[in-house]
């Protein structure tokens, strides 16, 4: 009797999970009587020059807590071109019908993708090809539509946390402005989440837009308040009040976002005299070890991810509506990100503490002066004496802060 046999590959950037999900899908389908064979470097490994390793529950032993994927990934080469369904960029033919031999040669009766919309954007275009595909949605964004958690993204929120409790003790000692920059791309979840377990005051997310005269307006109402500091999370993708997102063009890629919270730093520096200083996460959020709630999600992810395959269900994507664990043609996923929604609960929440967005309005704030441009409010101007801001902390202020 023919070895049965099932096919896994990781793509896209890497998140951590990626191997609690290969363990996953190795021991459920061990179970079942599956061999398992790992493709390398994401889809590139299904094509010529083909290269996979079988996978047992032997060798994929004490994966679980490893960040990272042993499977290797990218999110460049032949199998990048496509960036999203609204974006669709067809996979040359030739290539797909590659895949589709060497599935169908090494006899694999269902391969589980692993990725993030891109990702699964290739798969979408696999399945159309007909071959027998399911997808397991991963990204620290968590913004795939259809899934309420995508792995890896908790694992970013506690590494962001993290970041922030740090922060907080030299914003404290210094009397100073920590702007922490995360990442996130277009959905600003990640700052959002950290931003409420690490306690920051302002939060700034491509789906609020915002000013720099109601951030400072924040800053100098906490001080007025006695608090002289202030810690402000930043979205990479949050949109500069102009309306421009920071980072660099690439050609024929996505942009590489980055570079807001410097940009934010320096200005309420320049605005408001104090000192303002940024640090920029980048991938320390992607690397390490999932959290606990990312291993046990992930590895949710891979037992289900074989149930669909053993179901012959391809085409699915694996996803997670808490209590539910279920599936969704992987069309649904991808066809638009998922974005934080500006009345959500999250937001709510944020904003019944007096987190700020950035986004109330403070023109009739009796801070305005003081927070304007820099050449209306000139460096005396905001030569803030101590005394005059507690006075300000009157009822004008609550009165102005209660329609933030
Ligand atoms: O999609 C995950 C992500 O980490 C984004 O948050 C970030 O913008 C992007 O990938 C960075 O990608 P790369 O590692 O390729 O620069």
């Given at each position: 009797m023919?070895?049965?046999?099932i096919?896994?590959?990781?793509?896209?950037?890497?998140?951590?999970?990626?191997?609690?999900?290969?363990?996953?899908?190795?021991?459920?389908?061990?179970?079942?009587?599956?061999?398992?064979?790992?493709?390398?470097?994401?889809?590139?490994?299904?094509?010529?020059?083909?290269?996979?390793?079988?996978?047992t529950?032997?060798?994929t032993?004490?994966?679980?807590?490893?960040?990272?994927?042993?499977?290797?990934?990218?999110?460049?080469?032949?199998?990048?071109?496509?960036?999203?369904?609204?974006?669709?960029?067809?996979?040359?033919?030739?290539?797909?019908?590659?895949?589709?031999?060497?599935?169908?040669?090494?006899?694999?009766?269902?391969?589980?993708c692993?990725?993030g919309?891109?990702s699964?954007?290739?798969?979408?275009?696999?399945?159309?090809?007909?071959?027998?595909?399911?997808?397991?949605?991963?990204?620290?964004?968590?913004?795939?539509?259809?899934?309420a958690?995508?792995?890896?993204?908790?694992?970013?929120?506690?590494?962001?946390?993290?970041?922030?409790?740090?922060?907080?003790?030299?914003?404290?000692?210094?009397?100073?402005?920590?702007?922490?920059?995360?990442?996130?791309?277009?959905?600003?979840?990640?700052?959002?989440?950290?931003?409420?377990?690490?306690?920051g005051?302002?939060?700034?997310?491509?789906?609020?837009?915002?000013?720099?005269?109601n951030?400072?307006?924040?800053?100098?109402?906490?001080?007025?308040?006695?608090?002289?500091?202030?810690?402000?999370?930043?979205?990479?993708?949050?949109?500069?009040?102009?309306?421009?997102?920071?980072?660099?063009?690439?050609?024929?890629?996505?942009?590489?976002?980055?570079?807001?919270?410097?940009?934010?730093?320096?200005?309420?520096?320049?605005?408001?005299?104090?000192?303002?200083?940024?640090?920029?996460?980048?991938?320390?959020?992607?690397?390490?070890?999932?959290?606990?709630?990312?291993?046990?999600?992930?590895?949710?992810?891979?037992?289900?991810?074989?149930?669909?395959?053993?179901?012959?269900?391809?085409?699915?994507?694996?996803?997670?509506?808490?209590?539910?664990?279920?599936?969704?043609?992987?069309?649904?996923?991808?066809?638009?990100?998922?974005?934080?929604?500006?009345?959500?609960?999250?937001?709510?929440?944020?904003?019944?503490?007096?987190?700020?967005?950035?986004?109330?309005?403070?023109?009739?704030?009796?801070?305005?002066?003081?927070?304007?441009?820099?050449?209306?409010?000139?460096?005396?101007?905001?030569?803030?004496?101590?005394?005059?801001v507690?006075?300000?902390?009157?009822?004008?202020?609550?009165?102005?802060?209660?329609?933030?």
């Amino acid at each position: 009797m023919s070895t049965k046999r099932i096919g896994i590959l990781t793509a896209g950037g890497d998140c951590p999970g990626l191997n609690a999900v290969i363990r996953g899908v190795v021991k459920a389908s061990w179970q079942l009587g599956y061999e398992c064979l790992g493709f390398l470097k994401g889809y590139e490994g299904l094509h010529d020059p083909v290269r996979y390793i079988t996978l047992t529950p032997k060798n994929t032993t004490g994966i679980l807590t490893q960040g990272g994927t042993i499977l290797g990934s990218t999110n460049k080469g032949r199998f990048a071109a496509t960036v999203g369904v609204q974006d669709r960029v067809d996979l040359d033919h030739d290539l797909i019908a590659g895949v589709a031999k060497t599935v169908e040669q090494l006899g694999i009766e269902g391969l589980v993708c692993i990725g993030g919309d891109g990702s699964l954007a290739v798969a979408q275009q696999l399945h159309e090809f007909g071959i027998p595909i399911v997808g397991v949605p991963k990204t620290i964004d968590n913004d795939l539509q259809a899934t309420a958690y995508t792995f890896g993204f908790a694992s970013a929120v506690a590494c962001a946390t993290d970041a922030l409790d740090r922060l907080h003790t030299t914003a404290a000692s210094h009397e100073r402005i920590m702007v922490l920059e995360v990442m996130g791309r277009h959905a600003g979840w990640i700052a959002l989440h950290a931003g409420i377990a690490g306690g920051g005051d302002v939060i700034l997310i491509p789906e609020i837009p915002w000013t720099f005269e109601n951030v400072c307006h924040k800053i100098l109402d906490r001080e007025a308040h006695d608090k002289h500091f202030t810690l402000v999370v930043v979205a990479e993708g949050a949109h500069l009040p102009t309306g421009e997102m920071v980072g660099e063009e690439r050609r024929g890629a996505q942009a590489r976002l980055g570079g807001i919270g410097p940009l934010v730093a320096r200005e309420i520096e320049t605005r408001l005299h104090r000192e303002a200083r940024c640090v920029v996460l980048g991938h320390l959020q992607r690397g390490g070890a999932p959290t606990t709630f990312d291993r046990v999600l992930a590895t949710e992810y891979g037992a289900h991810a074989v149930r669909l395959i053993v179901e012959e269900r391809f085409g699915e994507m694996i996803c997670y509506n808490p209590p539910e664990m279920g599936s969704v043609p992987i069309i649904e996923a991808v066809n638009q990100i998922r974005t934080v929604d500006p009345g959500g609960p999250a937001v709510q929440t944020a904003r019944a503490l007096g987190i700020c967005f950035g986004d109330c309005d403070a023109g009739h704030s009796p801070f305005m002066a003081r927070v304007a441009a820099p050449e209306v409010a000139t460096a005396e101007e905001v030569e803030l004496d101590a005394e005059f801001v507690l006075d300000m902390a009157d009822a004008a202020t609550e009165e102005a802060l209660e329609s933030c």
